[in-house]
């Protein structure tokens, strides 16, 4: 997708984000959406979008480090429950509780009992979320393995990408089926009709990332909430100047002639 | 400054961010950002400049919502303490501690007698920090009233920029110079040889991001660290194919002829 | 009941108490003790009998404060979540979510609706956690009105009780049969078999704590697990005595003649 | 110490914390009390003491458990931050940031260096919080290590205080110069005219409790609250009894004839 075209289109969806992150503030709403998927996929990326757009008081990331030793113990839902939204709040989840069938399953960091136990689990946790109001979304963004092998080889190369390219990572290059089929497991046991799954196509990102916003925005209900009015007056005097007696601000960055 | 050499300048940043963030992970060094100014001055911006370039998992963006009525009677660190960092991160904040005796004092929510007793803690605060090992840099970002009304006047008439505007930002018009004085005093008191402050020209935002950067990465001592290893080995067989079976993805955002 | 009948009787519960505690920790249990009912009837009372023969590192007392503005808008089980215990602890809820369609409900606090969604909730929310391996056990603890009534009287007049005597408590005295009836209807929707409610006769209170501390410890398995040997050897020289050079102890308590 | 004796001066004791405590919450009080001693000192008995005759909704303790791997890594008074009061709290602290100078120090699990920082830097953080308007109290319990042995010896006989008998407890008895040793330097660096150390004999616990309860109350400055006042009415009506459809209470705990 032209770079001109992604722009166009992404500030038009960024004008119903935020039209939508007016109205969940006011109707108290709260929002939840889970990214999924594969490595490389591009969750930090649709995350980046639609987080970049909006209020960083309102809408946060959830991004949850490895669990510590005491965590590991823990009923598996307790440190996500801990960033549930309150009203007026959306929370964008990469990664997400799906890392017990995912990842943790792929990699043999939780048992196949644990895995099975997590996914009778989901459907029920997610619907006392959904019955309790809050909005849950969850989406799955695809690559194919050519598409993914490609952004490995641009992490492996660019410095700029490098730390996104994990031990995880590698091991994932070899457990392409691996995680195909953990998916599909994932897909048939918690895809229901409080919380069903949305799979979008990254193959291309920025397209996905239009894709899932447009999606996103279709399934809420009319957002449509008036800004309050702000009654703008004239300053009434010549705008101020920065008067600075005790520091004063450090030399520019060079401009190139 | 055109965006061309903007991206070109960020670029060059970026990698050396990238650097730095593997040197904080390698050695357990942990760095805390303050990001202070004027409303308008271009704080997320500037957060959300290097935040994007660096794991979301190390780099965290601190934006503490209004105290609970509780946190108002607690030592009033406190909430802040909370979000320190552990070894190997990096912690944005927007805005911070100094609250208390900007926006608070300027607005009138905090008394006289609290300001004063914050700008004799907050020295003291930050000390405990540093001598800890913690790396506190402070920047305070400036911008003329001339380049403030411009932005007020943008975030009205911008519907992607409308959120931007709150009541407090109105208000902040007409007390420009209150800002400021409040601004000299945190200075004259908090301005100190273990947490100095660095004042960074906003009137062009992106090159007060380039400055701002800079003078960050060159406090920064030699953050040399190797990237590891990584050994990458031909995949050894033809690419897979997504193979969806439960689901499929979704109809892709139309892209125009 | 007599004192010393009650004391010889704890002392032998708190023996199995301490054996339990000990099993727990060997086998990573996790143990969630409800404690439900009446003001007055002995809630506090029992939670300390237990807490105080064990470990409080190993045994929390969870008694909440009032919601904040932001957790009342949060899903319900959210800030109980936070207390769930980890491997090997044991926490006892003093009140806990029930409060929802108990004392929220008789006082008009949440609506009849909040009261509906909670009981068809708290089910299935406890299933999620026996599913777990978190052993649940919920004891409501009943006393008639008569001895709710003197002991509201005993906290008026005694002034080391006065504290316990809050509005609520006064509110509750032409409330009992609205209390009895909220109770019914969380027995009817609630009392699970994987989460069943035990009710345990509190007009004598010490008789009370000894017949739900029995049953409590009947519900477990065979807890037996022998303590840690631990080599104990002679000190080899004469007891060392406190030796103070920077401070000295204050004076003692006087002790009548 | 008489048990007779000791309950009644107790009980007189106990009529001043609750005073205290009506004041605390009506003045929005802050009070932060350290218990620092040898193993077996009396540190729990002393707590208990105090919690057990205030609300558990205002009186917390605070025994905080290893920290994780992430909080070793951190700033290391913020785990202990976690647990200041809010308006009208009294926190009792089972132990406390003086680990780092005592236990760890004398264990080896913190380094000469580490325990020297953190002795420049207590006082500077308790005179922060005591210049915040926070009543900090440090205590000290001592015994000979004739009680020490005694008790060891008890712990290690009574079945019921087995749980209280660690690894660090058997590895104290030969470190006893050692422990000594850490406490004077502790006392040399950290007595301050704003956060004092109190000094207690516990050779005599119960003797010892009453003590330092009698020395907190007097460093209060004068607590009377008149408690509100309650309008009490007769009931009305003949008491009514519990009324059980659902379930019924189980048997009772079997008293001897």
Chains 1, 2, 3, 4 share one sequence.
């Not at 291309?204 to 008036?226: A, I, N, S, W, Y």
């Amino acid at each position: 997708m032209k770079r001109k075209d992604y722009d166009d289109a992404l500030d038009e969806l960024a004008l119903e984000l935020v039209g939508m992150a007016r109205w969940a503030k006011a109707k108290g709403e709260r929002i939840v959406v889970i990214f999924e998927g594969r490595d490389t996929a591009g969750k930090g990326g649709a995350i980046k979008a639609i987080h970049g757009t909006l209020n960083p008081r309102q809408c946060r990331i959830a991004a949850l480090p490895k669990p510590s030793e005491d965590e590991k113990t823990q009923w598996y839902f307790q440190r996500y429950v801990a960033h549930l939204p309150s009203a007026g709040e959306i929370v964008l989840f990469d990664r997400s509780w799906y890392n017990r069938a995912g990842v943790e399953k792929v990699m043999g960091w939780s048992s196949e009992d644990e895995a099975q136990h997590f996914l009778r689990a989901a459907p029920i946790f997610e619907k006392m979320l959904v019955d309790d109001g809050i909005r849950l979304f969850k989406y799955w963004l695809t690559a194919s393995q050519e598409a993914q092998e490609e952004r490995f080889k641009e992490r492996l190369d660019d410095p700029l990408k490098r730390w996104k390219l994990s031990p995880t990572d590698i091991a994932a290059r070899d457990l392409y089926a691996d995680y195909t089929a953990a998916r599909e497991t994932i897909f048939a046991e918690t895809h229901t009709a409080w919380a069903p799954w949305t799979v979008v196509d990254f193959n291309d990102q920025k397209r996905g990332r239009l894709t899932l916003v447009r999606h996103l925005l279709d399934r809420l209900p009319d957002t449509h909430v008036e800004p309050e009015a702000i009654e703008w007056t004239p300053l009434g005097h010549d705008p101020l100047t920065e008067d600075f007696k005790v520091l004063r601000p450090i030399e520019n960055f060079p401009v190139k002639d």
